[in-house]
């Protein structure tokens, strides 16, 4: 099991940018694949990217691409999700996960990213 601590929420006007962490401990990422999640109010869960912890491969979904990107410091086993040019859509709870290539198997508590218009 790995524990996750996220970190980097917060209240952004439209435009502006974030970088939410994902620290993990228990466990290395270099096993597992680390996702980033969001959920708004009223909404499902949903996908925002992923790494592929081991060769850095990075995966977006197309709400986002262009504009967040993922990445991560191995030696502080901390994944980032730096997010830019942020819509007030983007606002939801962000969720990072640790994982195999088909199931997320931990979770962290979430962060709130609210981006004002």
């Known amino acids: 099991q790995v524990q996750l601590v996220e970190s980097g929420g917060g209240l952004v006007q439209a435009g502006g940018s974030l970088r939410l962490s994902c620290a993990a401990s228990?466990?290395?990422?270099?096993?597992?694949?680390m996702g980033w999640f969001r959920q708004a109010p009223g909404k499902e869960r949903e996908f925002v990217g992923s790494?592929?912890?081991?060769?850095?491969?990075?995966y977006y979904a197309d709400s986002v691409k262009g504009r967040f990107t993922i990445s991560r410091d191995n030696g502080k086993n901390t994944g980032y999700l730096q997010m830019n040019t942020l819509k007030p859509e983007d606002t939801a709870v962000y969720f990072c996960?640790?994982?195999?290539?088909?199931?997320?198997?931990?979770w962290g508590q979430g962060t709130q990213v609210t981006v004002s218009s």
């Open positions: 228990g466990r290395s990422f270099s096993r597992y694949r």
């Open positions: 996960a640790a994982g195999a290539s088909t199931s997320w198997l931990d």
């Open positions: 790494i592929v912890w081991s060769i850095v491969r990075t």
